[in-house]
């Protein structure tokens, strides 16, 4: 039987929409049944039966493509609800030394999902915790890692600038393009308006001097699905 990426079966993959949003529960651990580290922590979020599929699925694309290009730091993750892309990105690289959620409404679940991951991985007590704060608000540091899964609208150049202004290294998974907003400009004549958006973003970083790197998670997760990612050259 061949197996996907994540460590699922293709037959299961096909009757088993990894974009959709129902909570995975404990009806869903038989599709986490294998040894990889992607599967036990399917098993914890399966045990938590609070978070949406389509957040596992998206906290790992996004974390393991980062740790291939970046490792260490500070993780700072914005906006990032139930704290499940800091957590991943923790499990991927234990480097770093903590992860903090910077997100002004932390939902009541991220505390059973931090003790669920913890009882799995007693190596990440007291290094996850969350920050209710607008990121604006926020201080950083060059050594920290940025990163954002679906930053709706205009946060995701909120988090740009924010990293920008500390020259942290950055990465970022936009939705919910704002054309009014978030300008397309002249770009806007020959692509769709979220496409014109997102070459912006990335041209205006690298007019910061970052070096900027352009990738995409399979898109039967989500149709938003390109990543940027950016460090400092400087």
């Not at 992607?38 to 098993?43: A, E, N, T, V």
């Not at 990293?163 to 290294?169: E, L, M, V």
């Not at 998974?173 to 020959?190: F, I, K, T």
């Amino acid at each position: 039987m061949e197996l996907s990426a994540t460590g699922a079966s293709a037959s299961t993959d096909l009757a088993f929409s990894h974009g959709a949003r129902n909570r995975l529960t404990g009806h869903d651990l038989g599709r986490f049944a294998g040894s990889t580290l992607f599967d036990s922590l399917g098993r914890v979020v399966c045990g938590v039966g609070k978070l949406p599929r389509k957040e596992l699925y998206e906290a790992w694309e996004v974390a393991r493509r980062v740790r291939r290009w970046y490792r260490g730091g500070r993780v700072i993750d914005v906006g990032g609800g139930h704290g499940l892309l800091a957590h991943a990105m923790l499990l991927l690289d234990d480097t770093s030394p903590e992860a903090l959620v910077v997100d002004p409404r932390v939902p009541r679940s991220a505390a059973a999902l931090h003790n669920a991951v913890v009882s799995a991985w007693p190596r990440l007590r007291d290094r996850v915790r969350c920050v209710p704060s607008d990121i604006r608000e926020f201080s950083l540091m060059s050594t920290d890692v940025l990163v954002s899964s679906h930053a709706c609208g205009a946060l995701t150049d909120v988090v740009l600038d924010a990293a920008a202004s500390a020259r942290a290294t950055v990465a970022v998974l936009p939705c919910c393009h704002d054309v009014g907003r978030s300008h397309a400009g002249a770009l806007a004549g020959w692509l769709d308006g979220a496409m014109a958006i997102n070459v912006r973003r990335a041209t205006r970083l690298e007019a910061k001097g970052y070096r900027v790197r352009t990738q995409t998670i399979p898109s039967d997760i989500t149709p938003k699905n390109r990543l940027l990612i950016g460090r400092s050259s400087g």
